[in-house]
């Protein structure tokens, strides 16, 4: 059987991250992607966070534009904030560029290859993969294994630690148009990044939207926490397009693709790593569930999925899982399950949603500390934020 010392499934920034950054290290690098090419399209609205670029060592070619302002809209008005600039691309750049990057540091990444299952063979784990070029079935050893296949990754049978029973009520049923004016659009468009929170008036459920513009086009797209057939979801996404055309481009002929898959916005998985096997990614389930944002996250895990092989390769551990789930639960567990239980309290009754921007805008500091990694706060910053959170949490309860 053929062996590798680092096996990475999923090319996206988790796994992709995660190849690049071990291979830099001289560790024998094996990918599994199951698209025949690293980025196929995706819905995802691509934003990145600021700074993303050098903080992973990524061209800034990849970036389409610098917003410099996000709006949260509700159904009673818009709210504004200053981000940045942050910036958007596409997954097919990010995750190709990602990938030929770690192609350059010696990592192989076998596309159309599908992830099967694993079985441990003493101190190493055994993958097993279909290889749908030429149809065979193939398996290959290693001493570490980072699973990063997205929303897609279905865990429960592959190890029972890795069980998340709340797995499948995090799931969001997603659909995007790419839209392609034929003209610009209003100006401001183009330096807004737009997040829309509804209850659907077509069938009562909550939604979450967005308009995030690129280069050449307009990410439009939504996600609603529930299975939704494909008529309807079009209907809803149909129904957004219209208020989002008659603000920004109306009276501009436009040509639309079209995307649409699973995401995840729950709590983050209860096990992300055992016997050298670790999850990393939206296979994690490292998703804030206010915004949807998760590449920041997902790269991040990459990168600790990297150094904890690394400290196997150099013999300082004999197994990768432990070091590196502390690693990712110290970066953003507290954050993320405290964001999906703000979540559910604010569906409960929307009226909140307007309750917390609103804080959210009168109160700069208060916004701009939430767009931080909690692990950078000073004990005083950690006491303005609890005084907002309580402040927030009583109005909540009076609405």
Request: glycine share 10%.
């Amino acid at each position: 059987m053929e062996s590798t010392e680092f096996l990475v499934v999923g090319c996206g920034p988790a796994g992709g991250t995660a190849a690049r950054e071990a291979a830099r290290r001289g560790i024998a690098t094996v990918v599994l992607e199951r698209d025949p090419i690293v980025g196929a399209k995706r819905v995802c609205a691509a934003g990145l966070r600021p700074g993303f670029c050098e903080e992973f060592d990524l061209p800034r070619s990849i970036v389409h534009l610098d917003p410099s302002t996000i709006t949260l809209t509700t159904v009673k008005r818009t709210y504004a904030f200053k981000v940045g600039p942050s910036h958007t691309t596409t997954r097919e750049e990010l995750d190709g560029t990602i990938g030929a990057l770690a192609r350059g540091e010696g990592a192989e990444i076998r596309t159309s290859t599908l992830f099967r299952g694993l079985r441990r063979d003493g101190d190493q784990v055994v993958v097993e993969y279909a290889d749908m070029k030429e149809g065979t079935r193939k398996a290959i050893r290693a001493r570490s294994v980072f699973l990063a296949q997205g929303s897609s990754a279905r865990l429960d049978d592959v190890e029972p630690r890795f069980r998340h029973p709340a797995w499948a009520d995090g799931l969001i049923t997603c659909f995007q148009y790419r839209v392609y004016p034929e003209r610009p659009a209003a100006e401001r468009t183009y330096d807004t990044l737009e997040m829309h929170y509804y209850v659907s008036p077509l069938s009562g459920r909550n939604v979450i939207a967005w308009m995030f513009p690129k280069r050449d086009h307009l990410a439009i797209g939504l996600g609603i926490q529930a299975k939704v057939a494909g008529a309807a979801l079009r209907a809803e996404l149909d129904a957004f397009l219209v208020t989002v055309r008659q603000r920004l481009f109306a009276g501009i002929p436009y040509t639309v693709r079209e995307e649409g898959n699973l995401l995840y916005g729950g709590l983050p998985r209860v096990t992300i790593g055992a016997d050298n096997v670790m999850v990393g990614g939206t296979a994690a389930g490292l998703v804030d569930a206010t915004t949807g944002e998760g590449i920041h996250e997902a790269a991040t895990s990459g990168r600790y999925a990297a150094e904890a092989a690394a400290t196997v390769h150099a013999g300082g551990a004999r197994d990768a899982a432990p070091g590196y789930a502390r690693a990712v639960r110290r970066a953003f567990y507290g954050r993320l399950r405290h964001r999906a239980r703000l979540m559910t309290v604010l569906e409960r009754k929307p009226v909140r949603f307007d309750i917390l921007f609103r804080q959210l805008e009168e109160t700069p500091r208060f916004a701009a500390l939430l767009q931080r990694d909690r692990n950078d706060f000073t004990p005083l910053e950690w006491l303005y934020l609890y005084a907002q959170a309580a402040k927030f949490g009583l109005s909540a309860l009076r609405a």
